[in-house]
């Protein structure tokens, strides 16, 4: 046979690819514990067997990350890094319609937590890896892959650690990670985000000062009275508006396909004096949840800390809130929209942060990205935009990396994307998969200097 002929198939890649994907699915990395380790041992399992070099780094017991890499000769630049978190948020299997950890296919689908969020792009990641070493292919730049753990609670034994203790593992030119590469059907127009900017976090607690007493003898200096009037005020009062380059383009996109009314309210939303009169009076809660988090920086308090005793009035009481900050916002001037609100009557103390990131969408990268969704979906538009929550690409985004969300999965119009992160019945199109691969595995090669001839059959060009 000749060599030609031993090229393997699209078809075999993406069904081995499927099979491998449902293995990962069946680890159960619920985090906490997160308990990476067995899903890191299967990934350097294929790694060893394909003769590829990789280091697991455990940052605690259970809590393992697997970086590998494949050597380039760098004239295409700095290293490629793919990267995937392997943790998983916990699923209330009661819940769901299949089992969480079973890796069902049912009507088409692959069911199970972690099926976009996101063992995909883990074994996508891997695929390209593996690919590339079996076809010798000459790669003009590094390629890194990694999988990390403890994304889902705040990085701290994953990536973030990574880069604080050991950048040089993870040190890149280009990151693919996390959230975007997904359809998006805005009116009959299919668009694809992909993630180049993500908000910041900053963890609160608002202390509100007062007299103990006993409950017997209610007195106006009761610290729990006077927190529930601040924290009201604060939830009905919005922060400014804050406008950002990604955001009004986006918006100004997802208008554009939409037409009609949507165009002219998705332009005007953009002007800060129309943003929160135009908000008030989107047709959906979502929408105006969403279009929100877009636009400005924003407070949740989701914990109380008070007394203890049901017949003693404490001295203080305190709630934890979750803060998000725009790009372009500080941590200074969170605290300072949230003063001009409650005024000086509580302590503001910060637990924890993580700072906003952006990255250039005006990249060869990126239009590597537009020239594959192009070539496989026709007719799609690519559209750079910003996560309101916060993945590992915060973390690179330190180091200078230019890391965008890029996990691409074809996804049909009936099943609502963004209500299946986290949520509940998590799951992923077979042949969405099967496209995202092998689109990602087109940018992944490209971007390596690599060519691959269309057709079924995977050749070098
Ligand atoms: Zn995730």
Redesign the pocket.
Known sequence: MSAAAMAPTWTAIQAEALDRFRQLLRIDTTNPPGNEIEAVRFVAELLKAHGIEYEIIETAPGRANLIARLKGTGKAGGPLLLSS?LDVVPADAETWTCPPFAAEIRDGFVWGRGAI??KHMSIYGLTAMLLLKQLGAPLQRDLILAAVAD??AGCDFGMRWLVENRPELVRAEYALN?VGGFTLHAGQRRLYPVQVAEKGFVWVRMTMRGRAGHGSMPHKDNPVVKLASVLNKLANTRLPVRPTAVVDNFLKKVGQSMGGLASFALAGVRFAPLTDLLIDRLPDQEQRNVFNACLHNTVCPTVFEGGGKINVIPGSASVLMDCRTIPGASEADLIAEIRAIVGDSVDLEILKSGPPAVVDPDTPLFRTIESAIRRHDPGAEVVPYMVVGF?DSKWLAQLGVTAYGFAPIRWPREVKFSELFHGRDERIPVEGFQWGLRTFFEVVAETCGVSVQPGERVRLG
């Open positions: 978190h969020d996101m994304e889902e996390e993945t």
